[in-house]
């Protein structure tokens, strides 16, 4: 497979895109941007999770729906979730209706919201590279890193779900953390 597709705006983009309006704009205005922010990262957090086995494309058509009923991904709203949150979160087609994702989402919150302000920005972008390696073709891309190992662990030792490192490895391409543009796509720097 090649690493690089040239879209009909003749832009070359990493090839993972494909031919999907929605993928190419993803790829060209969020992915790989730097995302700070605790909500932000929360959000990014509980998506990846809900993305784990799945394809990325699934959830980023269903991420408005997503952010609906998850009122925005603030932690504090999905840290008061009950029983009856669970089962109206389980009965909606818009999303992932996965109900250990769905709970250790609101898991997560809770610990997001026993947290200092800024304290999971910090934490998560403590672990990004100080310096990145612009991969040459997807061969060069890893699945996990030493740093997306060690983010996981020191996740899951505080309690969070669903931060496997090829969970939080794609959260650090996606937030920024790493960038993962190959040479020649119009959006490597």
């Given amino acids: ?51 784990a086995g799945l394809s990325w494309i699934t959830i980023l058509r ?56 800024g304290e999971l920005d910090d934490l998560m972008w403590s672990f990004a590279p100080a310096v990145g390696i612009r991969p040459r073709s997807f061969a060069d891309v890893p699945a996990i890193t030493a740093e997306s190992t060690e983010m996981s662990k020191t996740l899951r030792k505080r309690g969070f779900r669903f931060v496997g490192a090829t969970t939080m490895y794609a959260l650090m391409q996606s937030s920024g953390m790493v960038d993962d543009h190959v040479e020649g796509c119009w959006r490597a720097q």
């Avoid at 969020?30 to 909500?39: I, P, T, V, Y």
């Avoid at 949150?85 to 009965?91: F, K, N, P, Q, S």
């Fill in 62 to 117: 269903k991420r408005p729906r997503f952010r609906e009923v998850f009122h925005g991904f603030e932690p504090a709203v999905v840290a008061a979730y009950d029983d009856d949150d669970v089962e109206r979160l389980m009965a909606d087609a818009g999303i992932i209706r996965n109900r250990a994702k769905i709970l250790a989402t609101i898991g997560n919150a809770r610990l997001v919201t026993d947290m200092e302000p």
């Fill in 1 to 51: 497979m090649t690493s690089l597709l040239t879209g009909t705006d003749g832009r070359a983009r990493c090839a993972w895109v494909g031919v999907d309006a929605e993928y190419a704009r993803y790829h060209d205005e969020e992915w790989g941007f730097a995302l700070h922010g605790d909500r932000a990262l929360f959000e990014k957090m509980a998506l990846e999770g809900f993305q």
